[in-house]
């Protein structure tokens, strides 16, 4: 072999960090608690509601330190993350005012169709749909705020997958990065825009382009693309092409992980179309979701090896599937209604919506009390109507 040509180490690349005794060969570990909110349009950012309402109710969320979010969750996590401070936390670490800081302006949102309007923008000669998505969301829920505007505790990440290397673009208050191009310390960029970057679902809504221009991009440890055109600019699509569960940062870092799952599986089909788009569409999802279930098996596997504390709840489970003996009244076929409710972004009914929050509610509920995470059995108040539903 010439001495002119890099040498990998393979070899190396399975020790590395062994040391260190984890599964994931986590460097930065700590007792954390970090939640997760997966991808799913409407359907994700509402059911997430429903999530929040739970962790509120049980004293969770203020203990939270990393929240890290995926298309429709990044929706709600950004909200969140914007009006935070305005939360009124008790001594039991309760919102008061959740509603009507957090619930009320998503659900009011989940009323508003955009992808429609943005679809049809995209067809313009110089638009994009992207760019119809941003003033939307800024229109309705971020009014002009930017990354630096969010709160700093709990820490906040958006995650978005870059076309240009395959990677996921993190952007978070203290930085932005994609490992293969560098990272901008303090990013200045508009939240509606990172957002719409985490949830534009390809090809219809996507590419999202953030120009770098104005940022300073700093070479990082492995960024072998720190150049021209990846540090001009971003090319990037939804975070739920590269990991539709947000795992990547939390499990690195949390002790303890909460992951919350709108998504759904990939339904059985009898006679498959042979026909080269159908094909095309169902070899993809079965992709994605063989993509997805390899995570979950490594997030279970870690749970198992007593290697990280995990409460994991999807839309689709029904609360008596998680082992316990009293659990919320939600049944097997309304688990599965609301996980077969489309994750398009446009109008949902207060019917639909109020299913959604009842899934959340009662599915972290579950998940919770089975991994010894909440002792107490939550009483469901659904948001939408104002009115105790138990």
């Given at each position: 072999?010439s001495?002119?040509?890099?040498?990998?180490?393979?070899?190396?690349?399975?020790?590395?960090?062994?040391?260190?005794?984890?599964?994931?060969?986590?460097?930065?570990?700590?007792?954390?608690?970090?939640?997760c909110?997966s991808?799913?349009?409407?359907?994700?950012?509402?059911?997430?509601?429903?999530?929040?309402?739970?962790?509120?109710?049980?004293?969770?969320?203020?203990?939270?330190?990393?929240?890290?979010?995926?298309?429709?969750?990044?929706?709600?996590?950004?909200?969140?993350?914007?009006?935070?401070?305005?939360?009124?936390?008790?001594?039991?670490?309760?919102?008061?005012?959740?509603?009507?800081?957090?619930?009320?302006?998503?659900?009011?949102?989940?009323?508003?169709?955009?992808?429609?309007?943005?679809?049809?923008?995209?067809?313009?000669?110089?638009?994009?749909a992207?760019?119809?998505?941003?003033?939307?969301?800024?229109?309705?829920?971020?009014?002009?705020?930017?990354?630096?505007?969010?709160?700093?505790?709990?820490?906040?990440?958006?995650?978005?997958?870059?076309?240009?290397?395959?990677?996921?673009?993190?952007?978070?208050?203290?930085?932005?990065?994609?490992?293969?191009?560098?990272?901008?310390?303090?990013?200045?960029?508009?939240?509606?825009?990172?957002?719409?970057?985490?949830?534009?679902?390809p090809?219809?809504?996507?590419?999202?382009?953030?120009?770098?221009?104005?940022?300073?991009?700093?070479?990082?440890?492995?960024?072998?693309?720190?150049?021209?055109?990846?540090i001009?600019?971003?090319?990037?699509?939804d975070?739920?092409?590269?990991?539709?569960?947000?795992?990547?940062?939390?499990?690195?870092?949390?002790?303890?992980?909460?992951?919350?799952?709108?998504?759904?599986?990939?339904?059985?089909?009898?006679?498959?179309?042979?026909?080269?788009?159908?094909?095309?569409?169902?070899?993809?999802?079965?992709?994605?979701?063989q993509?997805?279930?390899?995570?979950?098996?490594?997030?279970?596997?870690?749970?198992?090896?007593?290697?990280?504390?995990?409460?994991?709840?999807?839309?689709?489970?029904?609360?008596?599937?998680?082992?316990?003996?009293?659990?919320?009244?939600?049944?097997?076929?309304?688990?599965?209604a609301?996980?077969?409710?489309?994750?398009?972004?446009?109008?949902?009914?207060?019917?639909?919506?109020?299913?959604?929050?009842?899934?959340?509610?009662?599915?972290?509920?579950?998940?919770?009390?089975?991994?010894g995470?909440?002792?107490?059995?939550?009483?469901?108040?659904?948001?939408?109507?104002?009115?105790?539903?138990?």
């Amino acid at each position: 072999m010439s001495a002119d040509l890099p040498v990998n180490d393979i070899q190396g690349l399975f020790a590395a960090n062994g040391a260190t005794g984890d599964f994931l060969q986590a460097r930065k570990i700590e007792d954390r608690i970090g939640l997760c909110l997966s991808g799913g349009g409407y359907r994700a950012m509402i059911y997430h509601v429903g999530v929040l309402h739970r962790l509120n109710a049980a004293g969770l969320l203020a203990r939270l330190d990393e929240v890290a979010s995926v298309s429709g969750g990044s929706i709600t996590a950004a909200l969140l993350a914007l009006k935070w401070s305005l939360l009124t936390f008790d001594e039991d670490g309760r919102a008061g005012n959740f509603r009507d800081v957090i619930a009320k302006p998503l659900l009011a949102f989940a009323g508003k169709g955009i992808d429609i309007r943005a679809i049809l923008y995209g067809l313009l000669p110089g638009c994009s749909a992207a760019d119809s998505l941003v003033r939307a969301y800024d229109r309705h829920l971020f009014d002009g705020a930017g990354l630096q505007d969010i709160t700093d505790q709990p820490r906040f990440t958006f995650m978005a997958t870059n076309l240009q290397t395959g990677s996921g673009w993190r952007f978070s208050k203290a930085y932005a990065a994609d490992y293969r191009v560098g990272l901008i310390d303090r990013p200045t960029l508009p939240l509606a825009r990172v957002v719409t970057a985490s949830s534009a679902f390809p090809p219809v809504l996507s590419p999202v382009r953030i120009d770098l221009s104005a940022q300073l991009v700093k070479p990082a440890e492995g960024a072998d693309l720190h150049h021209a055109p990846f540090i001009e600019e971003a090319v990037l699509t939804d975070g739920g092409v590269y990991d539709n569960l947000g795992l990547e940062r939390i499990w690195k870092r949390c002790r303890t992980i909460l992951v919350s799952n709108a998504g759904k599986t990939v339904p059985e089909i009898g006679r498959p179309s042979g026909r080269w788009i159908g094909q095309m569409f169902r070899t993809l999802s079965v992709i994605q979701q063989q993509a997805e279930n390899a995570r979950r098996r490594i997030l279970f596997g870690m749970a198992n090896l007593e290697q990280r504390r995990v409460a994991y709840w999807d839309i689709a489970t029904a609360p008596y599937e998680y082992g316990l003996a009293d659990t919320l009244p939600l049944t097997k076929d309304e688990a599965l209604a609301a996980a077969n409710l489309r994750t398009r972004l446009n109008p949902f009914s207060q019917q639909e919506c109020a299913l959604l929050l009842k899934a959340g509610y009662a599915g972290a509920d579950a998940a919770l009390r089975a991994r010894g995470l909440v002792s107490e059995m939550g009483s469901f108040e659904d948001l939408s109507l104002g009115q105790d539903s138990s």
